[in-house]
């Protein structure tokens, strides 16, 4: 079994990802009876109080991916043109920690967000206009578009599904959930081949 800052990807009950929860959240879950059914692997077991009744120890088996009853209907609604915040450590993961210039991988603290149009020629800050570049790269660079500095860009920069930004939050994400999340990626996502890397 794993420890307990392993997180548990929950689901609605059709499937479809929400978000990641830490196991309090999840053991409640099992509490309220709001866990229809969980799949993947056993995470950790937690003993609950003493039953009345049976005078047994209650147990509740957490599992790394649980489908909750409910369905979250402004989620489903308004998933096709969920776009989710832009923030660098989620930047930096959708582009494997690589250079999108250079095509080196950096650690995160020499790593940069480097915007294709720069600000000051309008371009905005937004996930289609955003890349993930090392520092060096990006000072060349500094205010052109990369046509201009005769750079190459490597990738086209892309808004993250919401499957895929649940991937991007994810710590330390376990193989079933990635794999779960996967199948939840568009097929034509950058995210598959990057996974590779
Ligand atoms: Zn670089």
Known sequence: MYDLHHQVLRTDVSGMPLEWVNYRDAVRLYHLGQVAYSCGTLLYRVRGGICARTGRRSRIDVNSII???????????????????????ALFKRDAHLCMYCGERFRHGDLSRDHVTPLSQRGEDVWTNVVTACRRCNNHKAGRRPEEACMELLAVPFTPTHAEYIY???KRVLADQMEFLRAHFPRSSPMHDRLKM
């Open 67 to 89: 489908a909750t009853s409910g369905r979250n209907e402004l989620l489903s609604r308004d998933r096709e043109h969920y776009v989710p915040p832009l923030n660098n450590p």
């Open 168 to 170: 991007l939050q994810g």
